[in-house]
């Protein structure tokens, strides 16, 4: 089974700042099968990036994901106050798992 | 508009099965796996298995297998997962989503408390 681990577990920014947000595999995932969600509380979990670097329909473009083989990052150029949330990665090229989260708090 | 659309809360004893289900709209129901994914209160997302509405296929994640069966009615468009042996540690949201196999899960339903209490 394929571990992701993401760090940090929690990120304190403010709104306008720049979020950077890691995953890494403990093997290969292939052909950049890397998914990311965001989750509010009280939701389901909502795609954004897909493929490690698509993002999903209506996603707007502060979002943007990077990276291959068992690194990967999502980054938020400029926090909204909507973007106060957990963050998920989720392999899918072997079986799927989710990596534990990251939280991006308000500062 | 894609929607799915999931059964009720369920409350169970410890060693019951439960059954929720997950209706699709708006597309094509066997064109698409159906995962499902489950989360603990206040804990990340668990991976529980795929079906392909199709063929019927499956694939569980290794914790589930014996425990869990995916299975469809195609004529009204729903997927069911039902878990047996119930305990403590499956009180969870239970989501289905769009995507399974070598997809990302693009649709979400509202996800399904279980609760299993004696």
């Known amino acids: 089974e394929i571990v992701l681990t993401q760090s940090p577990g929690t990120l304190s920014l403010s709104p306008g700042e720049r979020a950077t947000l890691s995953c890494r595999a403990s093997?290969?995932?292939?052909?950049?099968?890397l998914a990311w969600y965001q989750q509010k509380p009280g939701q389901a979990p909502r795609l954004l990036i897909y493929?490690?670097?698509s993002r999903a329909t209506g996603i707007p473009d502060r979002f943007s994901g990077s990276g291959s083989g068992t690194d990967f990052t999502l980054t938020i150029s400029r926090l909204e106050p909507e973007d106060f949330a957990v963050y998920y990665c989720?392999?899918?090229?072997?079986?799927?798992?989710f990596g534990q989260g990251t939280k991006v708090e308000i500062k | 508009q894609v929607q799915l659309v999931q059964s009720g809360a369920e409350v169970k004893k410890p060693g019951a099965s439960v059954k929720v289900s997950c209706k699709a709209s708006?597309?094509?129901?066997?064109?698409?796996?159906i995962n499902w994914v489950r989360q603990a209160t206040g804990q990340g997302l668990e991976w529980m298995g795929w079906?392909?509405?199709?063929?019927?296929?499956?694939g569980y994640a290794q914790k589930f297998q014996g425990r869990v069966t995916m299975t469809r009615n195609t004529s009204i468009s729903t997927a069911y997962m039902e878990l047996s042996s119930l305990r403590s540690e499956d009180t969870a949201v239970y989501y289905c989503?769009?995507?399974?196999?070598?997809?990302?899960?693009?649709?979400w339903g509202q996800g399904t408390l279980v609760t299993v209490s004696s």
């Open positions: 079906m392909n509405p199709n063929s019927g296929n499956t």
């Open positions: 493929g490690a670097s």
């Open positions: 989720q392999q899918y090229g072997s079986s799927q798992t």
């Open positions: 708006g597309y094509t129901f066997t064109s698409y796996d």
């Open positions: 093997q290969s995932v292939s052909s950049s099968y």
């Open positions: 989503a769009r995507g399974g196999g070598y997809y990302e899960s693009d649709y």
